[in-house]
Nanobody, 115 residues
């Protein structure tokens, strides 16, 4: 069973940057397609970025060119570098397998972008 712990969120002004981390337990992490999800107040959780075990990535259009997903399989850690943050990026960010989130959800990390 994989356990996931997200960190790195915070309050930032529009245009600022944050780097999120996702620490995973369990050896299956290295073989899993993983992704970053977010859930804004009153909205459904959405997948915003994904990365496979070989480092191939994809992004939802709203974050393309601003967010970069990466992973370190040896450390069982995944990252999300977020630049050019906008108020509409405000959400709780989670990591999980992608595109089907088959692991238990972590507590997430809050990202708040002020205008």
């Amino acid at each position: 069973q994989v356990q996931l712990v997200e960190s790195g969120g915070g309050l930032v002004q529009a245009g600022g940057s944050l780097r999120l981390s996702c620490a995973a337990s369990g050896s299956i992490f290295s073989f899993s397609i993983m992704g970053w999800y977010r859930q804004a107040p009153g909205k459904q959780r959405e997948l915003v970025a994904g990365i496979d075990s070989g480092g191939n990535t994809n992004y939802v259009d709203s974050v393309k060119g601003r967010f970069t997903i990466s992973r370190d399989n040896a450390k069982k850690t995944m990252y999300l570098q977020m630049n050019g943050l906008k108020p509409e990026d405000t959400a709780v960010y989670y990591c999980n397998a992608a595109p089907v989130p088959r692991y238990s959800w972590g507590q997430g990390t809050q990202v708040t972008v002020s205008s």
